[in-house]
């Protein structure tokens, strides 16, 4: 299951620099208007081998005060919907202000796992600093640096226990998993039906919780596989940023509990900037991808229309351009099996495994005639390639030196790998390693 971890507070508590810390990324986008950032609200976080995605919910703060309680709340409303697991992030130096009081009394009626980050001790004397945040009556309470990442470790440890253990359920591993994606109202719900048609009688509800996906096997006309639809938006929240986020939470969820996903794209919208952030998640998330434009009978045509979209498309998602796009018309059931059949090829090509001396056959030679630009006078040298053993396709070179190679040339190799094997549809890996 998708284990989501959130983390909560007021402004200035350090929750952006916690959230780069743990996903090891520095790319806060910060919306000039209003001082909040924005855009970076969801990153994968590696611990022990054990893996999950975190949500920063401050990037949905607006900065006026008549605002901001109702913005806190929001805050932590979607903390507790979403998240498994919840750091309310404080600060030893200001101490406890009125606003972390209502976060607190918020949270504590929310039944969840709540660990309170003390952020900015950053040297011994403050730790006495984080006692009085002990008040709050939370169990779990961790002193850390968000900028030198002291204290991380343990927190990390702490929340790794906290998620909950991955439930063995009846689902059938060995099938592929499609999920459906999109933004709200591009016909997700509409597609559904029509594959499984209204008998949804095989619907495996599973997790407990009604939050998370929800598994249909679909298993006629030759076909045997299940479709991850995720629980439908809540229509609680008229603000329009809540539905954006929460659905795409929603597409967060459905995304890496899938195989291959199936990205619908609303034709009388054309492909919009939502779309382009879904399709990131999915590239992100190394999972197969399906382009499907629905509602494509709308559209006044003529014979370079498709053409035209198609490269539109592509040129949008580009480098990554190596994935199917299906023309679709859901209501009048017009080429929704072909999705299906690109969907499993995307699968099947997944799965691909290359034999090392397959790949050092075909790729050596072409390394010889264009071998990487030589760097500050080194020349690089690549001696051996094999293909590594992880879910998604994922190539090691074996090299002098290999830091000196850079994007270009590591998109040449895709490129190549991409030429001589079936890789459509899926993200290609490329690892460079000293030999």
């Avoid at 996903?23 to 208007?33: C, K, L, N």
Wanted: proline share 3%; charged share 30%; hydrophobic share 35%.
């Amino acid at each position: 299951m998708g284990n989501i971890v959130a983390i909560v507070g007021r402004p200035n508590v350090g929750k952006s620099t916690l959230f780069n810390r743990l996903t090891g990324t520095r790319r806060a986008i910060v919306d000039e208007q209003s001082g909040v950032t924005r855009d970076r609200q969801y990153g994968k976080v590696e611990w022990n081998g054990k893996e999950f995605s975190i949500i920063d919910t401050g990037g949905y703060a607006t900065g006026s005060d008549d605002e901001f309680e109702k913005d806190i709340r929001r805050q932590v409303q979607l903390a507790v919907d979403e998240a498994a697991v919840i750091l309310f992030v404080v600060d030893v130096n200001t101490g406890i202000t009125d606003y972390d009081e209502q976060v607190a009394d918020l949270l504590r009626r929310s039944k969840k796992n709540i660990i309170v980050v003390v952020n900015k001790v950053d040297a011994a004397q403050h730790v006495s600093g984080s006692y009085e945040f002990h008040s709050f009556g939370f169990k779990d309470l961790y002193t850390i640096s968000g900028i030198n990442g002291s204290g991380t470790g343990d927190l990390l440890d702490r929340v790794l226990e906290l998620l909950p253990k991955d439930v063995k359920s009846d689902i059938d591993d060995s099938l592929p998993k499609y999920a459906i994606v999109g933004r709200p109202n591009a016909g997700k719900s509409s597609i559904l039906n029509a594959f499984v048609g209204e008998e949804r009688s095989i619907v495996t509800d599973i997790a407990g919780t009604t939050r998370d996906s929800i598994y249909t096997r679909y298993n006629k006309f030759g076909h045997d596989f299940y479709l991850v639809d995720t629980a439908g938006l809540r229509k609680k929240n008229k603000e329009k940023e809540d539905v954006e986020f929460y659905s795409t939470m929603r597409s967060v969820r459905a995304i890496e509990d899938s195989d291959v996903c199936i990205l619908m794209v609303d034709a009388t919208r054309g492909f919009e900037a939502q779309d382009k952030k879904i399709f990131s998640l999915i590239e992100k998330n190394n999972k197969g991808v399906v382009v499907l434009v629905n509602k494509w009978d709308l559209i006044e045509k003529n014979s370079k229309t498709t053409k035209e979209w198609e490269k539109n498309i592509r040129n949008e998602m580009a480098p990554y351009n190596d994935f199917p796009i299906v023309f679709t018309s859901v209501i009048n059931k017009q080429r929704i099996m072909e999705a299906i059949e690109q969907a499993e090829k995307v699968f099947q090509n997944r799965q691909r495994r290359i034999g090392t001396s397959e790949i050092n056959d075909k790729l050596l030679p072409v390394i010889g005639d264009y071998p990487p630009p030589s760097t500050k006078g080194k020349y690089i040298r690549i001696k051996y390639i094999t293909q590594l053993p992880s879910t998604t396709p994922t190539f090691a070179f074996f090299c002098n030196l290999p830091q000196y190679i850079k994007e270009p040339y590591r998109r040449f190799l895709e490129n190549k790998i991409r030429e001589f094997w079936e890789f459509t549809g899926v993200p290609v890996n490329i690892v460079m390693r000293k030999k």
